[in-house]
């Protein structure tokens, strides 16, 4: 059974190599989606895959790798569409 989340990461999230991170974790879980920051200091997250995956992303995008700081993860469970087929870093 596959999951999606729609993720809004609020903290020290920008300029501390929190995209890459985010990237390289999903692709080694096998997941799909992108990661982008917002203009207003949050990265906006859509990952989507195999349950277990997902979740073990959601638990990472709590605390990230340092620099980063994660204050506070909005997270919105949505239905699985099967359209993104890698995980990018979006401007």
Known sequence: MNKRFHLFIV????GVFFRANTLKTARSLGLSGWVRN???GR???VLEGAAEAADK???WCRSGTPPARVDQVECREETPTGVLSDFDIRL
């Open 11 to 14: 903290g020290r999230v920008q």
């Open 57 to 59: 992303m959601l638990d």
């Open 38 to 40: 917002l203009a207003d």
């Open 43 to 45: 990265v906006e997250v």
